[in-house]
C-alpha cells in the first residue's frame, strides 16, 4: 500500500514537472539559469509570470511585487523613472524588512541573484524599451545633520503634510492612515518613522533622502517630485513670503501685487518642468531656472531627511534577554502613579511582537512592532508600565468577514506556579497547556480595566471568578498606548502568580490592532522572556563589612604582638 | 518520511500550476474600459452633424449614501456629501454618463482653449467625469486650502500619486501619451473622494449632464458607432449602437441603462 502511495506521487509529480515545463516554455526568454532561479525561490510569492499572485501571496501584506507594471518602491532613480540593476540587486540580497520579502545574501549566490536580476526585468518591457539608463538621485548636495537643518526639515514636513499619513510625531498614525491603499487596491500602512530598523530600502539618512525624493512607486506614498513643493522656482525665503501671503485673511494692493509675481514666477518654474518631463528640450535659460529650482527642493529635503532621522533611535533596542531582563526597582512605600516623573528615569525592556502563525487564524502581516515595558515594586505591590505604538485607536469596529468586534488590546503571561530552577518545565507559551498560565488582558475598550484570566491554551481562557485589585489606566496618544497596571505581590487567590523579590518569573505579551484585524488568535505575540523583582541590596552591608575588617586588623595586630614576643623570648 | 517529502512537494508544484493557470485569466476586467481608435487624425469639418440624446436610468433608484466624512471635519464637511457614483435627477434622468464615438478616424480638432481641471472643493472632486485629451495637461486646483494627494489609478500611462499641498493653488499634471480609460482618481487624504477621467485620442466624448443629456456636434458625415460608459451601469463597448450621421443633419440616440 505504501509502495503504491509512493510510486503514485512519483508518477504525479513527474506530470507535474512535465506540465509545468511545458508551461514555461511561453515564458519570455532570458538566461535558462535566472528563470529556473526565480520559479524555484522566488515564483511561490510573486507567481511564475510575475503578477505578484503566487500561491502565498494571498496571505501577505505588503502584497510581493507585481513585476508586470515595473513600480518599484526602492529605488536610487528619480521619480518615475526604473530602477537600476543594482537596486533589484540590492533589494533581492537585503529584502524588505517589516515585509514577508527575505534577505537572499545567504540563501542564493552573488551570480545566481545576478541572474534572477535580468530575469525579474523581462516581465516589463519598460526595461527593454528604455534608450537610457534610469537617471539617478544626486546626492552630492548633502546637508549636514545640525539642528537648525532639523528644525527647517520639521517645519517642512508639517507644510508638506506629511503628518496627515505619517502623523504629529511620525508613529504612522496621521488621520488618513487607514484608509490607505497601494497601486494595486491594497492596505498601505504609512510607515513608522519612529522605527527605522522597519524601513525598507534601509534608514540611512541617504536612504531616506531617496525615498522621499524618488518616491515609492506603486506604494501609498506620492512623489515628492519638484513642483510639489510649493513655490517651486522661488528661492527659500521668497516661497515662505508666498505661503504666508496666502495665509493672510486679506491682502493690500501691493502685497497682491507681490503674490502675484511670485505666483507668476512660480507657474513659470512648473511649465519648465512640466516640459522637461513631457520630453521638450529645454533652452539654456530655462534650464539654469531648472536646476536652480532643484537646488532648493534637494536642499529642503535634506533637511526633511535629517528630520525623520532624527526621529528614530540609532539602532532598534536589544530584547529583553541576557543583560536586558526586565529588572522591577524597589521603591520604598507608594508606587509611581501612570504621570509620575520616577518613570521617565528608568530605561524601558524591549519585548519584539511576532504574528501568531501557529493556529488559525493566524496574523501573518503584524503591524505592532513591539512592547516595551518597566517595573517598579515596593514591600507589598508591583507596578508596570507597558508602551507599544498602535497607528490607530480602535475600541469597536465590526469585522466584516466574522462578525467579529476588533479593538486594540493587550495580553501579559505569566505561569500561575513559577517554575522552580531553570531546567524546571515553562507553560506553553501559546497562552498554557497542561501548564496553566495566569493572564492579564486589558482591552482599549475598558482602559481602566484589566481581567484576569486562568488558561490551558490559546482559545481555552477563562475569566477568573474572583478578580483581584487590580489598579488600571490606559491611554492612547499620537499612536501609542501606554497601560499603567498596578498589583499587590502576594494574594489570597491560588489562581494568581504570586511574587517574591530575586526569583525570576516567566512573563509573555500578546497584542491585538483592531485596524489589523486582529482578534483571538489572531495577534502579535512574544514567546517566553523573563522578569524578577530586583532584590534590594541589604541595608547589613553597612555593618558587616567594616565589623570584619575591624575584626581582622585586630587580629593582625595581636598576631604581630604575638610573633614581636615570641622573638624577643627567643633572643 | 520520502512519501511526506514528495507529498509535500507535489502539492507545492499543484499549488503553483494552478496558480498560473488563474493568473492567465486575470486580464477580464478590460471590458470596463473605453474603446478608441488606433490612428485619428485631426481635420477641418464642414458641414458636421450633431448627434445628442438623454441618458435614463431604468430599475429602482437607490437611496442616495452619504459619505462619512472621517477628517478635516471643517472643511470637508460644511455641507453633506453623497456618493456620486449613481446620480438619478427629474424623470430619471442619468448623470455623468460618457457617451462617445468608438471608431472615428478623422474629424474635429480638440479645443484648444478649453480647460481641463478638476477641482478639489469641499473635499470633493468637480466634475466627477472629466475628459483629458491626451497631449494635454490636467489642471488639479485646490480651493479648500487644506492638503490633498491626487492619485489617479492608471494602468497604460503611469499612474500619477502627487501630493498637492495646502499651499499648492493650482497643480498642472504631466500629459500623457497613450489613451486610457477611464480610471478613478482618488485623495488619499480623504479616501471618500473619487472622480473619473479618460485620457482620450479624439474629442468626440460627452459627458451628460443634470438633464441626462449629450451632444457630439460637428461630426464628419458617416457611419459610426455609438457607445456609452457609466461607472455604476458599465458599458456597451462590445456590442454598441450604430449611428448614421447625415452633412449638418441631426441625430437622436437615446440610452436606457441598468444596474450592472
Given at each position: 500500500m505504501r509502495i503504491r502511495t509512493v510510486a503514485l506521487l512519483i508518477i504525479l509529480f513527474g506530470m507535474l514537472v512535465v506540465l509545468s515545463l511545458t508551461y514555461a516554455q511561453n515564458a519570455p526568454e532570458a538566461s535558462e539559469k535566472g528563470k529556473q532561479v526565480y520559479e524555484n525561490s522566488c515564483a511561490h510569492c510573486h507567481g511564475v509570470e510575475g503578477r505578484g499572485d503566487g500561491s502565498a501571496a494571498e496571505n501577505l501584506l505588503p502584497k510581493p511585487r507585481d513585476f508586470t507594471r515595473g513600480l518599484y518602491k526602492i529605488r536610487s532613480t528619480e521619480t518615475g523613472q526604473l530602477p537600476t540593476d543594482q537596486d533589484l540587486f540590492d533589494i533581492i540580497t537585503e529584502g524588505m524588512p517589516g515585509s514577508s520579502m527575505p534577505p537572499w545574501e545567504t540563501a542564493l549566490s552573488a551570480n545566481d541573484r545576478w541572474e534572477v536580476t535580468a530575469y525579474i526585468k523581462t516581465f516589463y518591457d519598460g526595461f527593454k524599451e528604455a534608450e537610457t539608463p534610469p537617471k539617478q538621485i544626486s546626492l552630492s548636495g548633502k546637508v549636514a545633520n545640525s539642528e537648525q537643518s532639523v528644525e527647517t526639515g520639521k517645519a517642512l514636513y508639517s507644510e508638506l503634510g506629511c503628518v496627515e499619513c505619517h502623523g504629529n510625531i511620525g508613529r504612522g498614525d496621521g488621520t488618513s492612515a487607514p484608509d490607505l491603499t497601494d497601486e494595486w487596491g491594497d492596505q498601505s500602512w504609512p510607515a513608522n518613522l519612529t522605527q527605522g530598523w522597519n524601513f525598507r530600502g534601509g534608514s540611512d539618512t541617504e536612504d531616506i533622502f531617496k525615498r522621499f525624493v524618488g518616491g515609492l512607486a506603486g506604494s501609498a506614498m506620492p512623489a515628492f517630485e519638484g513642483d510639489s513643493f510649493p513655490g517651486f522656482g522661488l528661492t527659500a525665503e521668497e516661497s515662505s513670503r508666498m505661503i504666508e501671503l496666502d495665509n493672510k485673511d486679506e491682502m493690500t494692493e501691493a502685497e497682491e501685487e507681490e503674490s502675484a509675481q511670485l505666483y507668476e514666477k512660480y507657474d513659470a518654474a512648473v511649465d519648465i518642468a512640466l516640459n522637461l518631463a513631457e520630453g521638450t528640450e529645454l533652452s539654456a535659460e530655462e534650464k539654469q531656472i531648472y536646476d536652480d529650482a532643484m537646488k532648493v527642493v534637494y536642499e529642503k529635503s535634506w533637511h526633511l531627511a535629517n528630520y525623520v532621522k532624527s526621529l528614530m533611535p540609532e539602532k532598534r533596542p536589544e530584547p529583553a534577554i541576557g543583560n536586558n531582563v526586565l529588572r522591577s526597582q524597589y521603591v520604598q512605600g507608594e508606587l509611581p502613579e501612570m504621570d509620575d516623573a520616577a518613570w521617565g528615569t528608568l530605561e524601558a525592556s524591549y519585548f519584539p511582537l511576532v504574528g501568531q502563525v501557529v493556529i488559525e487564524p493566524r496574523q501573518f502581516n503584524p503591524t505592532v512592532d513591539a512592547v516595551n515595558v518597566k517595573s517598579y515594586y515596593s514591600d507589598t505591590e508591583v507596578a508596570f508600565l507597558f508602551i507599544w505604538d498602535d497607528r490607530t485607536h480602535t475600541t469597536d469596529e465590526t469585522d466584516e468577514e466574522t462578525g467579529k468586534i476588533l479593538e486594540d488590546a493587550l495580553a501579559v503571561q505569566f505561569p500561575v506556579k513559577v517554575p522552580q530552577g531553570p531546567t524546571a518545565p515553562k507553560p506553553y507559551f501559546l497562552w498554557g497547556g497542561r501548564l496553566p498560565v495566569y493572564l492579564w488582558h486589558w482591552k482599549a475598550s475598558a482602559p481602566e480595566q484589566v481581567t484576569e484570566l486562568t488558561a490551558k491554551g490559546i482559545s481555552n481562557a477563562e475569566v477568573q471568578e474572583a478578580q483581584g485589585e487590580l489598579k488600571a489606566q490606559g491611554t492612547y496618544t499620537e499612536g501609542q498606548y501606554k497601560l499603567w497596571v498596578k498589583r499587590a505581590l502576594k494574594t489570597d487567590d491560588k489562581k494568581d502568580l504570586q511574587l517574591d523579590p530575586g526569583v525570576f518569573v516567566p512573563i509573555a505579551f500578546s497584542a491585538w490592532d483592531g485596524a489589523n484585524g486582529d482578534v483571538d488568535t489572531k495577534r502579535v505575540m512574544t514567546s517566553w522572556y523573563t522578569f524578577v523583582l530586583e532584590p534590594v541590596p541589604s541595608s547589613k552591608r553597612f555593618v558587616y563589612p567594616p565589623l570584619i575588617a575591624l575584626l581582622s586588623v585586630g587580629f593582625l595586630f595581636g598576631l604581630r604582638a604575638f610573633v614581636q614576643r615570641r622573638n624577643s623570648e627567643e633572643v | 518520511m520520502k512519501s511526506y517529502l514528495l507529498a509535500s512537494l507535489t502539492i507545492l508544484l499543484v499549488c503553483c500550476y494552478v496558480g498560473t493557470v488563474f493568473a492567465a485569466d486575470s486580464d477580464a476586467g478590460d471590458m470596463e474600459m473605453l474603446v478608441f481608435p488606433e490612428n485619428y487624425k485631426a481635420m477641418a469639418v464642414n458641414d458636421g452633424g450633431t448627434i445628442s440624446g438623454v441618458v435614463k436610468f431604468e430599475g429602482d433608484v437607490p437611496e442616495k449614501k452619504a459619505l462619512e466624512i472621517t477628517k478635516d471635519e471643517k472643511v470637508c464637511g460644511a455641507d453633506e456629501k453623497f456618493d456620486e457614483s449613481l446620480v438619478v435627477g427629474e424623470g430619471n434622468a442619468l448623470k455623468n454618463?460618457?457617451?462617445?464615438?468608438?471608431?472615428?478616424?478623422?474629424?474635429?480638432?480638440?479645443?484648444?482653449?478649453?480647460?481641463?481641471?478638476?477641482?478639489?472643493?469641499?473635499?470633493?472632486?468637480?466634475?466627477?467625469?472629466?475628459?483629458?485629451?491626451?497631449?494635454?495637461?490636467?489642471?488639479?486646483?485646490?480651493?479648500?486650502?487644506?492638503?490633498?494627494?491626487?492619485?489617479?489609478?492608471?494602468?497604460?500611462?503611469?499612474?500619477?500619486?502627487?501630493?498637492?499641498?495646502?499651499?499648492?493653488?493650482?497643480?498642472?499634471?504631466?500629459?500623457?501619451?497613450?489613451?486610457?480609460?477611464?480610471?478613478?482618481?482618488?485623495?488619499?487624504?480623504?479616501?471618500?473622494?473619487?472622480?473619473?477621467?479618460?485620457?482620450?485620442?479624439?474629442?468626440?466624448?460627452?459627458?451628460?449632464?443634470?438633464?441626462?443629456?449629450?451632444?457630439?456636434?460637428?461630426?464628419?458625415?458617416?457611419?459610426?458607432?455609438?457607445?456609452?460608459?457609466?461607472e455604476a451601469c458599465g458599458t456597451n463597448s462590445k456590442a454598441p449602437v450604430a449611428v448614421t450621421v447625415e452633412a449638418a443633419g441631426t441625430v437622436t440616440q437615446d440610452f436606457t441603462l441598468k444596474l450592472k
Open positions: - | 454618463t460618457i457617451v462617445y464615438l468608438i471608431d472615428i478616424s478623422a474629424g474635429k480638432d480638440f479645443d484648444k482653449d478649453a480647460k481641463v481641471e478638476i477641482d478639489q472643493k469641499g473635499c470633493k472632486f468637480t466634475p466627477h467625469i472629466q475628459i483629458v485629451p491626451i497631449g494635454a495637461r490636467l489642471t488639479m486646483l485646490n480651493s479648500d486650502k487644506i492638503m490633498h494627494n491626487v492619485h489617479i489609478f492608471s494602468k497604460i500611462n503611469k499612474p500619477v500619486n502627487k501630493a498637492q499641498p495646502k499651499a499648492r493653488r493650482k497643480m498642472p499634471l504631466k500629459a500623457v501619451k497613450k489613451a486610457e480609460g477611464p480610471v478613478e482618481v482618488k485623495c488619499d487624504v480623504h479616501g471618500w473622494m473619487s472622480a473619473w477621467i479618460s485620457y482620450v485620442p479624439h474629442p468626440y466624448f460627452a459627458v451628460t449632464n443634470e438633464k441626462g443629456e449629450f451632444t457630439l456636434e460637428n461630426v464628419p458625415a458617416g457611419e459610426y458607432k455609438l457607445g456609452y460608459w457609466h
